[in-house]
């Protein structure tokens, strides 16, 4: 409502957020996986003289930092540059409240990439004591840096007492705080099994020092495994009302968990199977499968987080299209157009005569042409409701889901959103405006489809 | 219109901080971002051009140019981390609409940035495994990262000029919008300002290349031949001379020819006067600096007297820009007027993790430098 809504056709630009944060997850979790793997298997190798698992561990870095310090560092970035673009109210807030959880968590960041790089560069030229304490240092910033950064996405999930007491650690140690720091920790540690294998698949020629790779990263899988579990169970005991009955009412979720279950049992089963029991097992085609799944799992873990947080995009604070929770009585009141400064200005510009006395005044909405309350109506539709929804076409496109839609029922459902679909915000306008958001609903919905019969015809 | 009309209301959170400390740590993480930065917005090009014209130094010192890179552009989108945190907790009432009326060019900063990276590292790869000339494909690599980031760097000149013009805020967005939801394809090109400040930093970042040139010649270079150094640092002064020209002439365009009234008025005036003239001669101090070592030859101590230099011009322009950046804000909005809600323990806690951050490096540091003078062959 501050700030201007950025129209991506067909998409929608949150959309962008959700492809962005999913090329990241993927490899953020072997960032913090991986390093440990790194600092424990060199410890190891070293202990044990191991030159040919030393050899590798070298190759696995150079791919680990290929993958974690370019690809994952840019695409977390990328986060933030596209939530800003994309959701800045919410974006504001979280900055306001935790700028310096940010500021801290890129202390370790610093100290992440100073120490990969060291780790990777200086092999060979540092003394084996110190190599591990560069790799252990490695290890520890970036887990540092997934507690940090959870404390602030689990916020989003669950704002906890923040509401109230509205202070950084009220913010920071939300119920969401510990089971995801658990589940992401576990999710690191199985990820970066699943990532081990596969470069192991193709670049460990040795089938006995492929054994010990697959033997020895089996443990921090199946430890990763129960993680996962005893996380996802806390997730979901302190997930709110509204997020556990979106997990059960919304179909596409239901089959998502379903998807996710059957994925992750696989990866277990495979995991057991596979590498603990048979190493022998680890061909390229095992670890590509493996693999596969395991980003399945992730992927589809991570849309479930995301989509169970609606309507809300901080639970409780900052609603999916960018308002304020508690500022929606004084938007029905004033108007939503008059509320949002860049939907006030749009207005002022091109009708100054709905205003009085320097405020838009609703019943003069309606006294307008009909094109050009259908016209105000897509204003109020890009910015009230295409946060989740394109126009005529694309993602949940609103033209196909009003297919034969007659006006009444159009109408009852923009004054009521949220009890039509508990997981929708509240309309946030006056009775007005949502009369301008139906007419241009009416004229961007599809026609119900033809040749569906019921028996009338007959 | 009335572009104050599409600035939005305050925060109800304030400021977690007050502002003179959020914009120390946006100065001084911007001073620092620089540094790499610079070298990757100029060193590269300058690398490419090197590698296709030079001789057999030259192409040696393209080759010294580019093998650090990668970690230079790690080290460069860390450091730039800070001063863009600390914009948005600050700035937030121009920097979100700014960046949203330009957003398809913005976000398409990270994929450049991802595929200039990679091709940095493809370059380099080329340098390990086919020696001094890497085939004719990676050198095309190489072309194209280094126009990438100038590009980044366009993209980023836009944002950060938009978000100060406030005042032409109205035309984009109703020129570039469907409905009052802007398109994010708009660019600040028609801001006088833009074309001067990108080059002034593209020719403030050869002087900090041809000072990183000298540093590596005395610090890192070690097992090159002296020919070799001579040749660097003649490189260093006509690349330093070209950067020094370059901002003299674009700094003045910049200044007298785009900076508003107001802007003039109190960069001009008192302590202010001075400040302007410590930052517009800066760049001479290393410029000089070089051109004594060219004549008489370079040591350690003269390249870090040169690089001690450079990072205070860097400064100067930091805190210049800062202030420039404030007054031109000032017509629409203060940015020191937020109400402020301390975040006492969040904030003494990251000074505690920030200083032993620096323990931390420091250490790691040193015990790189035994490890090196230990086993200097390695």
Redesign the interface.
Known sequence: ????????PFLT?PM?IAI?AVLHVLVAHYAVGGGLFLAVETQYAYRQNHREYLAYLKEHAWFFI?IT???G???G??IW??I???S?LA???L???F??????E??????E???A??FY??W????PK?HVR?GW?YAGSAWMSLVIITGITAFMLHSGRWPDE????AGFLNPQFVPQVLARTGGAFLLASLYVYLHAAFKAKDPALRDLIAARSARPALLGSLLIVLGGIGWFLTLPESAKAALVAASTLNILVVLLFAVTIAVFFMLYLGPYRNPGWLSPGFALLFFTFGLVAITTGEYIREAVRKPYIIYNVVLGNQI?AEKVPELRRIGYLEGG??????V??HYPQVLNDGRIDPPRLLMLPEEDQV?LG??L???HC?DCHAGRRGFSAVGQLLRGWTPDMVRTVVKHPEKAHFFMPPWAGTPEEAELLTKYLLRIAHPRPGGMRFGEER | ?DPT?????S???????PYGFLVF?KVLGFTLHMIPMHLWYTGILLAMLLQWRGGEETRRLSRRLMQPM??LI??G??FG??PL??T??AY?KV???A???M?WP??S??LL??LA??GV?IYVAGLRSEGATPARWRQAIGWVTAAFFLLIGFFFSNAFSLMTNVRAW?DL??RE????????TALNTDDPTLWPRWLMMFALALTTTAVFIIVDAEWLASRESAEYRATARRVALTVSTLGVIGFALTGSWYVFGTWPEEVRAEMMRGPMRVLTGLTALGPGLPWLLILWQWRRGGTRARAAATALAQVLVLALNAISRQIVQNVELRRFLDVTAEPV?M?W???I??LL??V??LG??AW?LG??RT??SV?PS?
């Open positions: 409502m501050h700030y201007p809504w950025w129209y991506v630009s962008l962005i290929l310090v370019v690809y560092a840019i695409t970035v990328g540059w596209t800003g673009v994309a800045p974006t504001q807030t900055i306001h409240i700028v310096f959880g940010w500021a801290m890129y202390v370790f960041f610093v100290l990439i100073v120490s790089f060291i560069y200086f060979g030229r540092l003394d110190t560069v240092m509205r202070t950084f650690w304020y400064t860049w939907t006030k200005a749009w002022s510009h016209k897509e204003v539709f890009l910015h295409n | 219109m009309t599409l600035i939005g209301p925060s109800p959170l304030g400021y977690p901080a740590f990668p970690i790690a080290l989108i860390n981390i800070v945190l600390f948005q907790v937030y920097f979100y609409p960046t949203i009326l957003a913005w976000v900063i990270i940035l991802t990276y990679y590292y109205p967005w109703l919008s469907v409905a009052g939801a802007p398109l994010g809600h975040q323990s969040p904030l806690l990251f993790l920030f032993a951050g931390v490096v790691l015990r790189l490890t090196q086993n390695g």
